[in-house]
């Protein structure tokens, strides 16, 4: 089920809210306040292993975006 984050602009609370489709977005209240004033977030999500332990990433060339490995400077 897809859990969505919501800010409140009357309260400034940020909440998380179950929403099984886009209908039910309309309805959403504040659960701090009962405005109807809210924004959905860009939420940022983990992804683990199966092990339950993340492993660590290669660094990143000095000076290099990371895509092409040049160290000289961005692509």
Do not use: K, N, W
Request: charge should be negative; charged fraction near 20%.
């Amino acid at each position: 089920m897809p859990i969505h984050e919501f800010h409140c602009d009357t309260c400034s609370r940020t909440f998380e809210e179950l929403v099984r489709s886009p209908r039910e977005e309309s309805g959403i209240r504040c659960p701090e306040c009962g405005g109807d004033q809210i924004g959905r977030q860009i939420s940022v999500f983990s992804a683990g292993t199966s092990a339950g332990r993340s492993t660590p990433s290669t660094p990143l060339p000095m000076g290099g975006c990371g895509r092409c490995g040049d160290p000289a400077g961005p692509c």
